[in-house]
């Protein structure tokens, strides 16, 4: 499978889980598609299409949490933030994901 | 002239707009990807993460005050760069 058909499958995949979370996809399509292939390349690297912006830290527990889309373990944070970490989905009433922030205030104690 | 050191992932579009804003401004900084590193670099890395309080990178650190992810305006204050983000 070349890498287009893979970034369409795990496109097809992650719609279908984010959804019925309230996520969509980011409007932001160069993001989209950037995003999409450091998860194809992580997934032929570490078996699974782990988050491209967290850290693997040889913890399999740990670990599986970040495998995209990993909302529902970040869930509170990413409802907050109105986006995911990497902002590859963001809230489906979202119009303009420029003006979301990537972290919340350490005040708010999620981070 | 403060110190900066940006914590980032190869991998990551908000390590690269961070790694961007420091060199857009020719503002001397240095980076480490931690997916590239050596282990006990990545534990290091970790420490300063995790202290953060970080779900993930880039975490920024500008002298003593640590940034968790891509936040260009309080990069600017902490650099006290006049403009703000301009």
């Known amino acids: ?111 | 002239m403060k110190k900066v050191t940006a914590y980032t992932l190869s991998t990551c579009p908000w390590c690269r707009k961070t790694k961007q804003f420091f060199a857009e401004r020719q503002i001397p900084f240095t980076f480490i990807d931690y997916d590239l590193s050596d282990e006990a670099t990545q534990q290091e890395i970790l420490l300063e993460v995790d202290a953060a309080g970080a779900t993930g990178f880039p975490v920024v650190r500008i002298d003593d005050e640590v940034i968790a992810g891509y936040q260009p305006e309080r990069y600017a204050l902490a650099l006290g760069l006049s403009g703000g983000i301009q």
């Open chain 1, 1 to 111: 499978m070349n890498l287009q058909s893979r970034k369409n499958a795990l496109r097809y995949f992650f719609t279908k889980v984010v959804e019925p979370m309230g996520f969509k996809f980011t409007p932001d399509a160069d993001l989209v598609e950037f995003v999409l292939e450091q998860e194809v390349a992580l997934q032929s690297k570490h078996g699974s299409p782990f988050c491209p912006c967290q850290p693997l830290r040889n913890e399999r527990a740990r670990d599986m949490q970040m495998v995209c889309p990993c909302i529902a373990f970040h869930r509170r944070q990413f409802d907050l933030m109105k986006r995911c970490w990497c902002g590859l989905f963001v809230h489906q009433g979202v119009v303009d994901p420029a003006l979301l922030p990537q972290s919340l205030p350490r005040e708010v104690g999620l981070e």
